[in-house]
């Protein structure tokens, strides 16, 4: 069949059926798209209104397209999420594994603690032993966690912090000396015996008796505890315990003979003081509670070098 042309007029006229060609070579008519009927103010906006996109792949299915997500928020969430189970899960500390018994060939190489002891001061200090860091440094409590340099100046033992290289001046700046119930150096406490311990309380007696300090200061329970032990063959009770000083039957470096002292009296012993110990390991009582156990012996010793003229008689010297 002929293909048919049609005119202006045909082809002018909208409303009229319109002629196309088919797959097939053959013309027929379609009908004409119906005119859509004027949009509201609304229904024209919805053409800016945002839609999502689809993706259509190569078999023609459509497939949502998938959210893409955001990678920085997620590490900010899940970094502060870490940082709230570390808050509330701190890391758990590594405990100190206690000391054992230590031969003293473990130590032979270091060097023990020369004695800062005179005749007739007016008080000795008592340490358990050197450690390990002191016996090196070749001065008393050299360790810088100890607290024994600060203690004596905030009790009012010194007039200023010394430093540990300054421990053999004690005699002539303040009329003060140190001692060990032991003298071999070692980690800790824990790694000397009950033997050494007792050994150590009888060569204390010795020196005190023959140096006649008047009081004894024993820096650390411990010692007192060992020393009582070693005294009375038992252990101490809580009852038997206390800081400060101690009733006079307790003296130290008393003699069975009569003695007599640097003023020409018998000698009765040296009265004992007990304060805390100064090792920064010792952490039982605050820093505060421990300056008030040590004030009181700081105050007695600074009457007695008043009434002993010492201060006068050591700014003569310096004079």
């Not at 049609?6 to 097939?24: C, E, I, R, T, Y």
């Not at 009296?265 to 509670?289: C, D, I, M, Q, Y």
């Not at 010793?301 to 310096?318: D, I, N, Y």
Request: net charge positive; glycine share 6%; with cysteine.
């Amino acid at each position: 069949m002929p293909r048919t042309r049609l005119g202006k007029s045909a082809s002018s006229n909208k409303d009229a059926p319109q002629l196309v060609s088919s797959d097939d070579g053959l013309s027929e008519f379609s009908e004409p798209p119906a005119t859509p009927p004027p949009a509201s103010f609304k229904g024209r906006l919805t053409k800016f209104h945002y839609t999502e996109t689809q993706k259509t792949p190569h078999n023609g299915a459509l497939t949502p397209e998938k959210p893409q997500l955001s990678t920085k928020r997620t590490h900010t969430t899940v970094t502060s999420t870490l940082e709230k189970v570390a808050e509330a899960s701190p890391r758990p500390k590594k405990k100190r594994k206690p000391s054992t018994y230590a031969d003293p060939a473990k130590y032979a190489h270091l060097s023990p603690l020369v004695d800062i002891l005179e005749p007739n001061l007016i008080c000795v200090f008592v340490g358990t032993n050197p450690g390990v860091q002191t016996a090196v440094a070749g001065h008393a409590y050299a360790h810088p966690s100890n607290l024994f340099w600060k203690l004596l100046h905030s009790s009012g033992l010194t007039d200023r912090r010394l430093k540990p290289e300054e421990d053999r001046r004690l005699p002539a700046l303040y009329c003060m000396g140190n001692t060990n119930i032991v003298d071999r150096p070692s980690k800790d406490a824990a790694e000397l015996s009950k033997e050494e311990m007792a050994a150590g309380t009888a060569n204390l007696e010795a020196k005190f008796l023959r140096y006649k300090p008047e009081a004894v200061c024993i820096v650390g329970k411990g010692i007192w505890e060992s020393i009582w032990r070693y005294r009375y063959g038992k252990n101490m009770g809580k009852k038997d315990f206390q800081y400060g000083w101690q009733d006079e039957k307790h003296n130290m470096g008393k003699s069975k003979d009569k003695e007599l002292d640097a003023d020409g009296n018998v000698w009765n012993g040296s009265r004992v003081f007990v304060t805390t110990s100064t090792s920064g390991l010792a952490a039982n009582l605050k820093p505060a509670e421990k300056e008030a156990i040590w004030k009181p012996f700081g105050e007695w010793v600074q009457k007695r070098r008043v009434e002993r003229g010492f201060l006068q008689e050591m700014e003569a010297q310096e004079s």
